[in-house]
């Protein structure tokens, strides 16, 4: 499957953005999905995950409460909606797609990732 992400940019800090990421070429309705991210000279943090059904969601501690993961599995899109925004959320957003459904935080679970999107928070 290919992944796509996209809908990063520069926001100031209390801000808002929205992520998408569109799927082709594979089933995206069995996938488990997550969304990643990257800073400089940092690992890939998880951010949030969604089970295939779209019902059951995981997020990362520093996320919660700020940022909601959806999917459409008519449209292949998943989505990544955060609000207030902090500096600390800077950085390069990927998200990553998982076979079997099952859930996860670990990056190298996840078999298949877009491109990355930007996302930069301005103080």
């Known amino acids: 499957v290919q992944l796509q992400a996209s809908g990063g940019g520069l926001v100031q800090a209390g801000g808002s953005l929205r992520l998408s990421c569109a799927a082709s070429g594979g089933a995206f309705g069995t996938y488990f999905m997550g969304w990643f991210r990257q800073a400089p000279g940092k690992e890939h943090e998880f951010v949030v995950g969604?089970?295939?059904?779209?019902?059951?969601?995981y997020y990362g501690d520093s996320v919660k409460g700020r940022f909601t993961i959806s999917r459409d599995n008519a449209k292949n899109t998943v989505y990544l909606q955060m609000n207030s925004l902090k500096p600390e959320d800077t950085a390069g957003y990927y998200c990553?797609?998982?076979?079997?459904?099952?859930?996860?935080?670990?990056?190298?679970?996840?078999?298949?990732w877009g491109q990355g999107t930007q996302v930069t928070v301005s103080s």
């Open positions: 990553a797609a998982k076979r079997y459904g099952l859930a996860a935080r670990v990056p190298t679970e996840y078999e298949y």
């Open positions: 969604v089970s295939t059904s779209g019902s059951a969601l």
